[in-house]
């Protein structure tokens, strides 16, 4: 007689996502099965994911530098390369505390700008000690999301563009400005994986036709908010990166070129540098 062969859930469940393009179905089918209440929840959730919905917004969360980071429909999912923006970010607090009279200091001013889901923020927070934290994003959907997440840690959130909605009080006290912004050339929006291009905001993806016409805006405005010694940290390509430093260099910033082959990040620290 034929043997019957019963399929966990776990393992249809993978099957369906393998076949439907998932590249880490495995883990996928884990993490919506800890998640669905009831087998319908399941299959609606995985019917959502199959369609082509991020994960995270299926989820309504994303682990990032080991937290749950909240995210909702149409907010930008934040990417693992992005927690090398938040260690450089973090080890730059740190040796200023370990500067002379540092432990006496306040808490640093940090902004995190283009914030999304303040995922930036939340973890600096986590990381980078005690600090004054500010956000800002121009979309209303991402600044509600950011609330929640840097809301309970004390952090303020702004809707605006760039440094428009910030407090000018903040102005030549910031020591750290940690930037996601959109970096893809507007050409090449289309060749991003679906659940990018149908479900995240085009404005944070298309950083136009070269793909710096936001960070050319960080940049210039950087002078106008840093404190001496400051720094601003921009995530960017391995291709863009000279361009991103020369433009650093332009408005006044020493510049630096960062990267991390693990998680394939490349990041760009303009410092201003202290007077005398």
Same mark, same amino acid.
Do not use: K
């Given at each position: 007689?034929?043997?019957?062969?019963?399929?966990?859930?776990?393992?249809?469940?993978?099957?369906?996502?393998?076949?439907?393009?998932?590249?880490?179905?495995?883990?996928?089918?884990? *993490?919506? %099965?800890?998640? +669905?209440?009831?087998?319908? /929840?399941?299959? =609606?959730? @995985? &019917?959502?994911?199959?369609?082509? $919905?991020?994960?995270?917004?299926?989820?309504?969360?994303?682990?990032?530098?080991?937290?749950?980071?909240?995210?909702?429909?149409?907010?930008?999912?934040?990417?693992?390369?992005?927690?090398?923006?938040?260690?450089?970010?973090?080890?730059?607090?740190?040796?200023?505390?370990?500067?002379?009279?540092?432990?006496?200091?306040?808490?640093?001013?940090?902004?995190?700008?283009?914030?999304?889901?303040?995922?930036?923020?939340?973890?600096?927070?986590?990381?980078?000690?005690? *600090?004054? %934290?500010?956000? +800002?994003?121009?979309?209303? /959907?991402?600044? =509600?999301? @950011? &609330?929640?997440?840097?809301?309970? $840690?004390?952090?303020?959130?702004?809707?605006?563009?760039?440094?428009?909605?910030?407090?000018?009080?903040?102005?030549?006290?910031?020591?750290?400005?940690?930037?996601?912004?959109?970096?893809?050339?507007?050409?090449?929006?289309?060749?991003?994986?679906?659940?990018?291009?149908?479900?995240?905001?085009?404005?944070?993806?298309?950083?136009?036709?070269?793909?710096?016409?936001?960070?050319?805006?960080?940049?210039?405005?950087?002078?106008?908010?840093?404190?001496?010694?400051?720094?601003? %940290?921009?995530?960017?390509?391995?291709?863009? /990166?000279?361009?991103?430093?020369?433009?650093?260099?332009?408005?006044? $910033?020493?510049?630096?070129?960062?990267?991390?082959?693990?998680?394939?990040?490349?990041?760009?620290?303009?410092?201003?540098?202290?007077?005398?």
């Amino acid at each position: 007689m034929p043997v019957l062969r019963h399929h966990s859930p776990h393992s249809t469940l993978t099957a369906r996502l393998r076949a439907a393009g998932c590249v880490f179905a495995e883990d996928e089918a884990r *993490l919506l %099965l800890e998640a +669905a209440p009831t087998p319908e /929840a399941l299959e =609606a959730m @995985a &019917r959502r994911r199959i369609a082509g $919905l991020p994960l995270e917004h299926i989820l309504g969360w994303a682990e990032f530098c080991g937290l749950r980071i909240a995210v909702g429909p149409g907010v930008f999912v934040p990417r693992r390369r992005t927690e090398f923006l938040v260690r450089e970010a973090a080890a730059l607090l740190t040796a200023w505390r370990l500067e002379p009279h540092g432990a006496a200091r306040p808490a640093p001013v940090v902004i995190d700008l283009c914030c999304g889901s303040g995922a930036v923020g939340a973890a600096l927070s986590a990381l980078g000690g005690p *600090l004054e %934290l500010h956000s +800002a994003d121009i979309d209303p /959907a991402a600044v =509600a999301c @950011a &609330r929640t997440n840097v809301g309970p $840690l004390g952090g303020e959130v702004y809707e605006g563009d760039l440094y428009a909605p910030l407090p000018a009080g903040l102005r030549g006290r910031v020591r750290v400005v940690a930037v996601n912004a959109p970096y893809v050339p507007s050409a090449e929006i289309e060749t991003m994986p679906q659940e990018a291009r149908l479900h995240e905001p085009r404005t944070c993806l298309d950083g136009g036709a070269d793909g710096l016409h936001v960070q050319r805006r960080v940049a210039a405005g950087a002078l106008q908010w840093l404190a001496p010694g400051g720094h601003v %940290l921009i995530e960017t390509s391995r291709r863009q /990166a000279a361009q991103t430093a020369g433009i650093f260099r332009r408005h006044g $910033l020493r510049a630096r070129v960062l990267g991390s082959e693990e998680l394939g990040a490349t990041v760009v620290a303009g410092t201003l540098a202290p007077p005398g």
